[in-house]
């Protein structure tokens, strides 16, 4: 009877458990088997590829020049020792694929510098220049202020 069943000896022994371990629950040992990504970041990329960006928009002219009106007359009261405040929306450029998206900020600004052509903003908390905005970016400027003088 040996001949067919060669274990015969050892079928009905308990399972073997080492003493210095734990036994693996389960739950543990089905894990092993379970699936792995063999194209690590592929997951990132694809999402990478599929999150949408927006165009910057080329303002008309006539958008353009009350663009620039209403920047004279904010340098005009910064002048004057005003800082005005304003909400801003302006283009970012994406940094990883073409196109970028409009984010607004409001706040009020400290100084226009039309050799950077840029828009400073007012840090009140450190009471120093916050955000600044290139104002080839900018796609509107709105402020209470515009209401009665535009």
Same mark, same amino acid.
């Given at each position: 009877m040996n001949e067919y069943f060669p274990y015969n000896d050892i079928i009905d022994l308990p399972h073997h458990q080492a003493d210095g371990r734990k036994h693996?629950?389960?739950?543990?040992? $089905? $894990?092993q088997f379970s699936p792995f990504a063999a194209l690590t970041g592929y997951d990132e990329?694809? $999402?990478e590829e599929g999150r949408l960006t927006d165009d910057m928009t080329d303002l008309p002219d006539h958008i353009r020049d009350e663009l620039d009106r209403k920047l004279i007359l904010l340098s005009a009261m910064? @002048?004057?020792?005003?800082?005005?405040?304003?909400?801003?929306?302006? #283009?970012?450029p994406d940094k990883l694929k073409a196109g970028g998206s409009y984010e607004t900020y409001t706040g009020e600004i400290?100084?226009?510098?039309?050799? #950077?052509?840029?828009?400073? #903003?007012?840090?009140? @908390?450190?009471?120093t220049a916050g955000k600044v905005l290139n104002i080839d970016m900018?796609?509107?400027? @709105?402020?209470?202020? #515009?209401?009665?003088?535009?």
């Open positions: 693996m629950s389960l739950y543990d040992r $089905a $894990a990329i694809i $999402a910064i @002048e004057d020792g005003y800082t005005p405040e304003v909400t801003v929306t302006y #283009f970012v400290k100084k226009i510098d039309y050799t #950077f052509r840029t828009l400073v #903003f007012y840090d009140r @908390e450190h009471d900018i796609f509107s400027v @709105e402020s209470r202020l #515009f209401d009665d003088t535009i």
